[in-house]
């Protein structure tokens, strides 16, 4: 039997490309989404339970009542970058060692200014707040709600790859399409659209700039620095003199938050965890944002110290940021254009006074600025060691 | 006439046939790398990065991992995240001191430093000091108190070990404390404080090494068991019969600096002329300007002779020589010359030498001027006569138990193998080592100890000069100080903390008028590191007793082979033999790491057909030869601190242990032995030979002169250099430096090749550990080797050492070839290595005339086939932040520590002013112990390094007439100068 015959009684043959892709979906799809995973029953609570809490935590219940559901303050999907409120599984979490009546005091006489007033007027059954307790003590203990991962990119390139070779074939051996441009303008479509993916993720690779990850506290950089008017320095009190800028100690924090234990936006819930953190020894987990490439040495203190860049210079208006996120790309042609256009504070700056011939050529008149450049500054070894 | 070096006999013998034999080598070794060991080739090796490459196409889409950040929550004020605090502590382990400052990162101490406030160690270090921070993060070490091997309690450990004590005080058992010298004040008067509580504890010191024969000699003729100060500074001629004292003798460090700096021709013009009479060539040896084979057997006569020809010349009568050595005229005409400037010294156990010595200082007048009493050295005191008696009870079952401290008999006693079946059979013993040892592992109870920087401590080197140790760090295990287990046990509940702070309230304090607060007082010693008391009084009185006995009992030198036992410089009693560093270190005259080995006489090898690496069996022992020129005679040398079998996974059986062929007698241990049998074998051994695989082709390299042409013509042996000047013209525009500059002066005069500023840019550079296969096949990796050069005789030649670096060229070679531009020039004259360029092509490597640049050619870190400190997660707590570390397939090379140097110029800055001229210090600068590196600013006319070598780049202002550069005719223009080495010969 010849190739082409086992193809015909098998398949159909252009639909094989098609058959491999939806292998490859399959195969790279995460396992939760093909089988549903019973969850285990606690003692007490039974599954039944938790579906019905999970139900009214969502609003899907019809029940009576004059607000909206859970899930619209809560949001159950981790990333809640832009919501003020605490998610659903930072509520699972803080409230899962802690029995019914904490839980019930906690919804329906919250203390918190703005949690009072948008929890007023709330009606619940005992038995309602006893199953979104249960949902909420079960999603503490399986974690958070998945999100899908991404494999949109990939599966698009993956996806072009077998048109790429379809057409290929096609052009090559198949020969069945009667207009030859079609499979030409295809795999120059394919190919050209790959290429443009690697070459967008090659550059990419390693940059995070508009990085904004969720942080453990909802810390927003627009209040304390934009509101209140806080100086940068103020927290990372290491920025002038060393390498690093400084993450604040919650010692620091507490200077403040010691009387400060509700805020405008996010209530109390985010101070309470600087409160707890002091109080449990346990420090907070910041996700950092600026990560330089590998092989990089950079010292905050040369340029704050020395060169007194304004901070707003390399991080943006971090004043107007809730959510803290990377304002440069901190590429190395980035730092190479700074270091070319930046003047040095050639005469005030007793260090420079080494640099006699400069200043000599500056006094007759050669070169009128120094810049950064001109002192090596765009020596390999100034940051790469 | 030009002096001919040679590197090895091989190459001396025929340079043509061992260069082909190199090449051959070399080919071969390349040959397998690219057919690969297993047959894969070149071919495969595409296939599979075809597949490599697909692979890295689709992961390069992936997102980077998220980092956290996670800050303090109450941050200690004087830390500071990203800057290194320094504090100021005190080393001492295996007899050797040293004051140091630590370097502390981020709370993990990651560099130690000399401290140059101390009178003993003056800023320097040696090998062994800088490798010890690797010590604190051993995986060897225990993790808590033992009991039978198990983990236990504190608690139960102290009630157990009280009762015990108690028990045997009760029935009048003796119990012994076997600790080594102990110069720490405080815990002297701990231990004092246990004899006191109980009586039936006798406390032995015991040194692996010890120096019984000084102390017994000292004895009768001074009166007290004292080592004295000895001022290699001040003498003109100094005299020493097999005194290692620039190696491993007592105060290495401390003599290096005083004996460098009374030879320092930079800025004096003087220099002291040194006699070394000696059989194996030792690190002292090869730079006397004098150098004298003798067998350990003839030390005796060789000292009786030295003392009649000195009595001839005060003009009595006296015996005619019996050893043999007819130069020893010309060393006693050369004391008598310069009475009260002269030093002899002896390493010799025998009290009767040493009596000799000190008849023979005492005749010139040394006592009191080059030899003084007021600051007696310390640290080994230990006479041996209560260690035999102390095996004897041991053996013989009379003894209730023991309390060891920081001693390892059962490996580094000759008897240690009876003390380890005696051991078993006592009702206590207790061990207080960090870390397993032969001894520990088989005693009852380990009361784990701590690491030095995890401790409190002080100590008292020399007499009134004192230092503290403090902790730079948590104990990272729960061991719990020595000290303070004394202490507990003694049923004082004291911290040794407070114990010792008051030690120093009522002892030190009243000491001093300066301060008359304690607090101010103990805070300035703390931080200073060193505080300095006042010296004893008087000259101790000398009498000649015995001495008559000592000269009647010298006899004829022995005939037949002698092998001597010596320390090295690297893992000296075999204490630090677990720590990769110093295991991978190159012994300085053999240049072989990884082994020990015997060394032998070059005509003897030659006449028998033995050559490196050939095994032969001496007393029964097989061991791997090296044909070491300058080898006495029918001696042999073997070094001790090998062979250790419980000191962790990298120590353990490396070489083999001759401890065990030291001569013990009730009197005095001696390291050699006469009468030895020898018989060749067929066998081979393959040894870790570093020497040969840095050709520089016979070009004059190491330049030397003697002291006399030096008066005369101060660039006496560098007159080549006026010809290469003279044709120092380039098509290419002379290079310019608007800033700094960078450049090192090296003066070849001052170095002895200690091996320091090896192991402290190993550490300050993360430079990996890359085995004894791995040197094999010339790829070790350290950025600062030490060549060392032979000329002459080769059965007493002279030797130069050369520390050769990156040499930082204005002209670089390496820098034109690379195709990835990973390599170019720095505005300050650096010549810059970027590791995330670097694609490993070698170009550089391969056309560097000084073969300076090394290559990755495997992943040495976090590799289970490089088990060494990098491939856990404690060992790589000692990496140095500042520096990357590098991955397989990249070149890495000297950078003269440019972390250092943005680090003090960023200081600078931000305090707007100039950089001050030493104030920036590469690690082989910082601790050298002879103060052979200089390194600043050429571009600063009045720096230290602009007067010695001058601006490299302009050949009118060449520096000191002695500097010169490494093939210099070749207009490569180095930043780093050489001065010619002088010898201070008599002819």
Known sequence: MKYADITKFWLPRHVLPFFIFIAGFLLLMPVEVLGDTESQESHSVSLADVRRGERFFKGLLPFNREHQACASCHNLSPTDTLNWNPSAYELAQKFLTRDINEFRNAVMQPSGAKMTASHQGFVLEDEDLGHIKAYLDDMAMKGPESTKPTFFNLLIFLGLGLILTWALVEMLFLRKIRYKFIPVLLFLGAFGAQAQMVITDAIRLGRQKAYAPDQPIKFSHAVHVGEQGIDCMYCHTTADHSKSAGLPATDLCMNCHVLIREGTNSGKFEIAKIIESHETGDPIEWTRIHNLPEHVFFSHAVHVGAAKLDCASCHGPVEEMHVMRQHSDLSMGWCVNCHRDTQVDFNDNGYYDTYIKLHEQMKAGEIDTIRAVDTGANDCMRCHY | METKYWRSLEERNDPATFRKSEIRAEYEHKKSVIKGENGSSRRDFLKAFGFTIGGTALLASCNRPVEKAIPYLIKPEEVTPGMANYYASTFYEGNEYCSILVKVRDGRPIKIEGNDLSPVSRKGTSARVQASVLNLYDDARYKGPLKDKEPVTWEILDKEVIESLDQLNTENRKVVLLTPTVISPAFREVIAGLLATYPNIEWVKYDPVPVSGILTANSESFGSEIIPDYHFDKANIIVSFNADFLGTWLSPVEYTKKYSSGRDLTTGRRMSRHYQLEAHMSVTGANADIRIPMKPSQESAALADLY?????????????????????????????????????????????????????????????????????????????????????????????????????????????????????????????????????????????????????????????????????????????????????????????????????????????????????????????????????????????????????????????????????????????????????????????SWDNFVSVPVEWADANGVENESVIVVNGIEMPVFVQPGQADQTMAVALGYGRTEAGKTGNNIGFNVFPLVQASSEDRQFWLPGVTVETTTKTYPLALSQTHHSMEGRPIARESTFAEWQLNPSAGNEIREDHIKHSTTLYEKPDYPGHHWGLAIDLNACTGCGNCTISCQVENNIPVIGKEQVRNRRIMHWIRIDRYYSGKPQNPYVSFQPVMCQQCDNAPCENVCPVAATPHSDEGLNQMAYNRCVGTRYCLNNCPYRVRRFNWLKFVKSDKFDYHTNSDLGRMVLNPDVTVRSRGVVEKCTFCVQRIQDKKQTAKIEGRPLQDGEIEPACVQSCPSSALVFGDMNDKTSQVFRLIGKTTDPEIPGDPRNYHLLEELHTLPSVGYLTKIRNTNT
Not at chain 2, 550 to 560: E, H, N, R
Request: net charge negative.
């Open chain 2, 308 to 592: 009649h020809e000195l009595l001839r010349l005060s003009g009595s009568t006296a015996e005619s020589g019996k050893s043999g050595i007819d130069e020893l005229s010309s060393v006693a005409s050369d004391l008598w010359a310069n009475k009260g400037l002269g030093i002899v010294v002896s390493g010799s156990n025998r009290k009767e030498n040493q009596l000799i010595v000190n008849a023979i200082n005492e005749m010139l007048g040394n006592h009191g001027s080059t030899i003084t009493f007021d600051r007696p050295l310390l640290t080994r005191q230990s006479t041996v006569a209560p260690m035999e008696r102390f095996i004897g009870e041991l053996t013989n079952g009379s003894l209730g138990g023991v309390i060891l401290y920081d001693v390892n008999p059962v490996y580094d006693h000759p008897k240690g193998s009876q003390i380890a079946g005696a051991l078993k059979n006592l009702s206590l013993s207790v061990s207080m080592s960090d870390r397993p040892d032969e001894t520990t592992t088989l005693c009852r109870y380990n009361a784990t100890g701590t690491h030095f920087l995890e401790s409190w401590g002080d100590a008292e080197p020399k007499a009134g000069f004192y230092s503290l140790t403090q902790p730079v760090i948590q104990p990272l295990f729960d061991g719990r100080q020595p000290e303070e287990s004394l202490l507990r046990w003694s049923r004082n509940s004291i911290a040794y903390y407070d114990y010792l702070k008051e030690f120093w309230r009522a002892e030190l304090f009243p000491q001093q008028t300066q301060f008359s607060e304690f607090n101010a007082f103990w805070n300035d010693s703390l931080q200073k590191g060193v505080f300095e008391g006042p010296a004893l009084s008087s000259l101790p009185a000398y009498n000649d007793l015995n001495l008559n006995e000592a000269l009647q009992s010298v006899g004829k030198p022995s005939d037949g082979w002698e092998l001597i036992l010596y320390e090295t410089i690297a893992l000296g009693n075999g204490k630090f033999a677990n720590n990769p560093w110093l295991q991978e270190l190159p012994d300085p005259m053999a240049k072989i």
